[in-house]
């Protein structure tokens, strides 16, 4: 496919780069799992033993194995993802889920002979040139050693993860199976809660107001069970901290995100002090729609109506705002669009949203999109090809273990390949209506990022708070807990409608990873940080980014952060971030006025 095909509007994924077909993947599996089977009984055993060459011989072959798996996994997943309903293709997930299993357990040697190691060796061997290209990775599985129980202990906690998960269970069942009757205009019918929540956008102000109220409505008979799940699984984690050693309910998610809670905590203190960015925001958008006050049902409406961009726009848009940067991201882009690991339009059975896969050092990512010709497509598409360019630049030079980087880090270049679009179009849209659409999307897509994410944080750290105190976590405790929580930020800049108190019970992060959000609040908030960057100076930025791509996930965050002169542990660095915000809504309320 070349790059004038790519232009066309029906592109769609080239999975042969992957394998070569359902037999071949088969065939693939088969081969894989025997050979991780041959590497485990030649290693099992001998980590103490190895010197660092043949060390990092073995971890050589288990990238390579890693590659080969990656490469299986995401073939499956994408004819998956091209048609939930292909009967090869799920039956191909089947045997990729089970196989991936059995591989996984017998790798599983490695990180723990590696864990067991005593200090004394184990810093010995990070000290060596053989294993600089997984020293970082390796550094960061050894913090995890003093939280590790006996192996019967992990055993035994372990057996009970079906009970934990059936709480998960039991939460995403209520809230997927809950539907509640509403008018959109057409006649009453069945709403899901996310058919609910995607009203919020539209220009008509009663579906807005009436899907708010029916949604609250719909939760409140639920929110007995739905607390109920989410107390179980609060003291569930309180008590396996307890077992661990973990100081603080954070703990866990922060060391995963390889953040310390100094760095967690001055960026919640300043994105805190910054709230009322987004309350000065909500009282000029009060204004442009014609109202006195914002209601909570308004915070998402669309001001004006953006013209519509063809997919060879927005390839135009991309290309030309990641050349302007680095020839280098459009040469990426390109690549993608003309190897044919683009898919554009959504049909029926393919699967909704957008994402980014990497695949392994010798294949491009794969990117899939569900293109409908709106402004915020040609937004999504930069951002899922930032995550590209990065995965690109990171695996060729990085390992595959170390190129990948947690969410935090990981949602960096996508937001700041987001900003890069957007400024261009900012810059070269001749429709003003556009042109304020865009500022303001722009506005409340970074508010819903970096203030309600923060928002959660600090109701799931209270509600530990209180879970820790003794206390149980019923319904009236979480609903005071929300709405105090919330009316940090909000004030009285808009008003909240009476259900809202049960705005916490449908949130899945709280149910399935604690802590989750304030990773998208870090990541728009360090791209912002960046941004501003570059701006102040392009010529001197840009080579430090493209070395910070590179970089992939082979430092943590504070040291891939660091050329840059940042220090994340500032609350003042975090407030640097925040004039960009508040830039950004000047720009937006002067645009939108006009
Ligand atoms: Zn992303």
């Known amino acids: 496919m070349s790059t004038t095909d790519s232009r066309t509007e029906d592109v769609r994924w080239d999975l042969s780069d992957l394998c070569a077909g359902a037999d071949d993947a088969r065939a693939g599996w088969t081969e894989l799992v025997a050979r991780a089977a041959d590497l485990a009984s030649r290693y099992r055993g001998t980590i103490a033993s190895l010197g660092a ?12 194995l890693s590659q080969d798996l990656s490469r299986l996994q995401v073939y499956t997943f994408l004819r998956l993802s091209m048609d939930a309903t292909d009967v090869e293709a799920n039956d191909l997930t089947t045997i990729g889920r089970d196989r991936s299993a059995q591989i996984e357990n017998d ?14 060796a184990a810093e010995g061997l990070l000290a060596s040139a053989e294993l600089v290209p997984y020293a970082h990775k ?15 202990e992990e055993q035994a906690l372990n057996a009970r993860r079906p009970v934990v998960s059936a709480w998960q269970s039991l939460h995403d069942r209520q809230i997927s199976t809950l539907e509640v009757p509403f008018d959109e205009g057409e006649g ?116 004006g109506e953006a013209r519509k961009f063809s997919w060879p726009e927005a390839v135009e848009v991309v290309d030309t705002s990641f050349g302007n940067f680095s020839p280098r991201l459009s040469e990426i882009f390109k690549a993608c669009l003309d190897a044919g690991h683009v898919d554009a339009r ?24 569900n293109f409908t010709d709106r402004l915020r497509d040609v937004s999504t598409l930069a951002h899922e090809f930032g995550h590209a360019t990065h995965n690109v630049l990171a695996l060729e030079q990085q390992t595959w273990r170390s190129h990948r980087c947690g969410i935090p880090m990981a949602e960096v270049p996508s937001t700041f390949a987001q900003s890069l679009a957007d400024d261009y179009l900012l810059d070269n849209e001749s429709d003003a209506v556009t042109r304020a659409a865009l500022a303001a999307d722009r506005l409340e897509n970074s508010f819903a990022a970096i203030y309600r994410q923060t928002v959660l944080a600090r109701f799931e750290r209270r509600a530990y708070g209180v879970r820790m105190e003794g206390l149980s976590l019923g319904v009236e405790r979480l609903n005071e807990l929300w709405i105090e929580e919330n ?97 950004m809504r000047v720009n937006a309320e002067t645009l939108s006025a006009a």
């Open 487 to 583: 009316t940090k930020y909000y004030g009285d800049s808009l008003t909240l409608p009476e259900g809202y108190a049960y705005g916490w019970s449908y949130i899945p992060h709280f149910i399935h990873v604690r802590f989750y959000t304030y990773a998208y609040s870090f990541a728009q908030l360090v791209a912002l940080l960046l941004y501003r960057r570059y701006r102040e100076d392009p010529e001197a930025f840009t080579p430090k980014y493209l070395d910070f791509l590179g970089a992939g996930g082979a430092a943590s965050p504070a040291d891939l952060v660091a050329p840059f002169g940042l220090d994340l542990r500032s609350t003042d660095t975090w407030r640097g971030a925040f004039a960009e915000l508040d830039a």
């Open 138 to 152: 390796l550094c960061v599985e050894r913090e995890e050693k003093p939280y590790v129980l006996s192996e019967a």
């Open 346 to 369: 959504p049909r029926p059975g393919k699967a909704p949203g957008a994402y980014c896969t990497a695949v392994s050092k010798q294949i491009l990512p794969y990117v899939l999109m």
């Open 188 to 303: 009453e019918r069945p709403h899901t809660v996310s058919e609910l929540l995607s009203l919020l956008y539209r220009p008509d102000r009663a579906v807005r107001l009436g899907a708010i109220e029916a949604l609250y409505e719909g939760l409140e008979p639920h929110a007995d069970v739905l607390a109920a799940c989410y107390d179980a699984l609060v003291g569930d984690r309180l008590s396996t901290d307890r077992l661990r050693g973990f100081a603080d309910p954070m703990q866990p998610t922060n060391m995963n995100n390889e953040l310390d809670g100094a760095t967690v905590e001055a960026m919640m203190t300043a994105t805190e002090e910054a709230y009322g960015i987004g309350r000065k925001w909500f009282d000029a958008k009060a204004g442009l729609l014609g109202l006195d006050r914002l209601a909570l049902a308004d915070q998402y409406a669309p001001i």
């Open 53 to 64: 060459p043949e060390l990092r011989a073995l971890l050589d072959e288990a990238d390579e």
């Open 107 to 120: 790798l599983l040697f490695l990180a723990l002979e590696w864990i067991a190691l005593d200090d004394d």
